[in-house]
């Protein structure tokens, strides 16, 4: 009976630095300063670490027959759910803080995004580790690169640019009554505040291009995403007791718009727009009844009336 295989010691070595270096690469703080803490680095190197030894010795231990070592891969999936958790638990209680909040459905998108990560990370660096035991360690080190766009690709999710289109729109007042184009928003009693708002105020409108953009942007929990982005990048003004300067999101249930008014400290229309075009796109959002509404008509259609 032939012995099995020694263990790959040096596919292994190079499965580990991809995903490492994988795992760094999409540790990046963009305008949404998260993460920002050396705390939090420390953190995700750490589990990114742990994802790219599970990924790169799964096919060494595969092939030297050391199949206990698959056992580690079960306990992989409840250590990445604890990342969700903790992101998750980490970012409501920043929430309580906030001037303007995330909202709830933010929060679980970004935490789904970083348990998803350290499963990228671990199909990276298993296919580094599986090129460089089979085609050496020259292909091993081109393969996570190749990996590596593949996978940034393939998870990068839709933004709200690609379903709107962001227009300016007049801010105004119909007595107390706040308007952003022909979009009633909300009631502002005194005269101070309202001139405030005329002064500083940025208005905006949200045209839907399909049907299930409509749809989406009908998502409270999307528009407050929005309404968060733009007030980070922007900056408020406003504090904790000046009720009349948050930023509020409305539709116009004829057409489907969202107009919205932040009063901010740098009136940069062109930012704006920059920035509500790359929110993304929430996966509790997201809908698609415009097309299964279309395919049920054609359906009965098809069918004909029933008797």
């Known amino acids: ?83 969700r958790r903790m992101e998750r638990e980490a970012l409501g209680l920043q929430e309580q803080t906030e001037l303007v909040k995330r909202g709830v459905d933010y929060i679980e998108g970004i935490a789904k995004v970083f348990e998803a990560r350290n499963y990228l990370v671990m199909f990276i660096a298993a296919v580094s580790s599986v090129v460089a035991h089979q085609w050496g360690l020259l292909s091993g080190v081109i393969a996570p690169a190749a990996a590596y766009l593949a996978t940034v690709h393939l998870a990068r999710g839709r933004q709200i640019g690609r379903i709107a289109r962001v227009k300016p729109a007049k801010v105004s007042f119909d007595g107390p009554l706040l308007k952003v184009g022909n979009i009633g928003l909300m009631n502002i009693g005194l005269e101070a505040d309202r001139k405030v708002v005329l002064e500083h105020g940025l208005g905006a409108v949200l045209q839907p291009i399909t049907p299930d953009a409509r749809r989406t942007l009908a998502d409270v929990g999307q528009r407050q995403a929005i309404l968060h982005d733009v007030a980070t990048v922007l900056g408020l003004r406003k504090d904790v007791d000046t009720v009349a300067f948050t930023p509020l999101a409305r539709r116009d249930l004829e057409t489907g718009e969202v107009g919205f008014v932040v009063v901010v400290e740098e009136p940069d229309f062109e930012v704006l727009a920059e920035v509500v075009r790359a929110v993304p796109l929430l996966e509790s959002a997201r809908s698609r009844a415009a097309h299964l509404l279309q395919r049920v008509r054609r359906q009965g259609e098809r069918l004909g009336p029933r008797p």
């Open 1 to 83: 009976m032939n012995p099995a295989p020694a263990f790959d010691v040096r596919a292994f070595v190079v499965g580990l630095a991809a995903g490492v270096i994988a795992r760094y690469l999409m540790l990046r703080i963009d305008y949404r300063q998260y993460p920002g803490y050396p705390h939090g680095y420390v953190s995700h190197i750490t589990h990114g670490f742990l994802a790219a030894g599970l990924g790169a010795i799964a096919w060494p231990a595969l092939i030297s027959k050391e199949l206990s070592a698959f056992t580690f891969l079960a306990l992989a999936a409840t250590q990445f759910r604890d990342i």
